[in-house]
């Protein structure tokens, strides 16, 4: 049943962080769009605002999964000297993308108030 747990976490944990990555895209090329047409702009407003808001949720379904994933984390299956790299690596690969994706959801959010 772990293993099981581990490949469900881990798909919804992927998923959700390229939805996320999905909503910051679709929301850049709307904002660009009212620039070309400010009669649309009313039209698309709306639309970046819930487009933000479901990222706001993937981005919550990311961090749930993500300690879900730390319950299942399957350690010292390649020898001890390669776990202690393996987690250091982990440590830096989260921080670099926490880092991206606070840039990102303040990137959306100027996009979406202004």
């Known amino acids: 049943m772990k293993n099981y747990l581990t490949i469900v976490i881990g798909f919804i944990h ?26 649309i702009a009313t039209s698309l407003t709306p639309l970046e605002r819930e487009l933000f808001y479901l990222g706001l949720a993937s981005v919550g379904i990311v961090l749930i999964t ?7 984390y399957i350690e010292n299956i390649y020898g001890e000297d390669a776990e202690m790299i393996r ?4 440590i830096v690969k989260h921080t670099l993308l926490f880092g991206i994706f606070g840039s990102g959801l303040y990137w959306q959010y ?3 108030v202004n």
């Open 14 to 39: 992927d998923f959700a962080t390229g939805f996320w990555a999905a909503t910051v895209l679709a929301i850049y090329w709307l904002h660009r769009q009212q620039f070309n047409n400010t009669q």
């Open 66 to 72: 993500g300690m879900g994933r730390t319950f299942t």
């Open 87 to 90: 987690k250091k690596m982990l």
């Open 110 to 112: 100027t996009m979406v």
